[in-house]
Nanobody
Framework: QVQLVESGGGLVQPGGSLRLSCAAS????????WAWYRQAPGKQRELVAL???????TYAPFVKGRFAISRDNAKNTVYLQMDSLKPEDTAVYYC???????????????WGQGTQVTVSS
């Protein structure tokens, strides 16, 4: 079975930084896209950033220039460097991986359990 485990969340002051990590474990053949989503209380889950197997990235307009997504294929891990954090960035952050278990299987999406990020003075 596949498991995605996030870490790195916490409480930070406005203007501060955090680095989230998400490691995938289990019998994984390959991972194509990685993505970070977030969900604030009372709001829908929204895409924050995505990184493709080509290492190209896409960002939501509200984090562009402040957040950076990266991946380490050898470790099956994705990162989200978050700088210049604002109170409105407060949310539970989830990682998502499109992966396949064997060479012949299809890609399916897997989710982590989420990590809380709180930006407050």
């Amino acid at each position: 079975q596949v498991q995605l485990v996030e870490s790195g969340g916490g409480l930070v002051q406005p203007g501060g930084s955090l680095r989230l990590s998400c490691a995938a474990s289990g019998s994984i053949f390959s991972i194509s896209n990685w993505a970070w989503y977030r969900q604030a209380p009372g709001k829908q889950r929204e895409l924050v950033a995505l990184i493709r197997s080509s290492n190209t990235a896409t960002y939501a307009p509200f984090v562009k220039g402040r957040f950076a997504i990266s991946r380490d294929n050898a470790k099956n891990t994705v990162y989200l460097q978050m700088d210049s954090l604002k109170p409105e960035d407060t949310a539970v952050y989830y990682c998502n991986a499109d992966l396949r278990l064997t060479r012949d299987s299809t890609f399916n999406g897997y989710w982590g359990q989420g990590t809380q990020v709180t930006v407050s003075s």
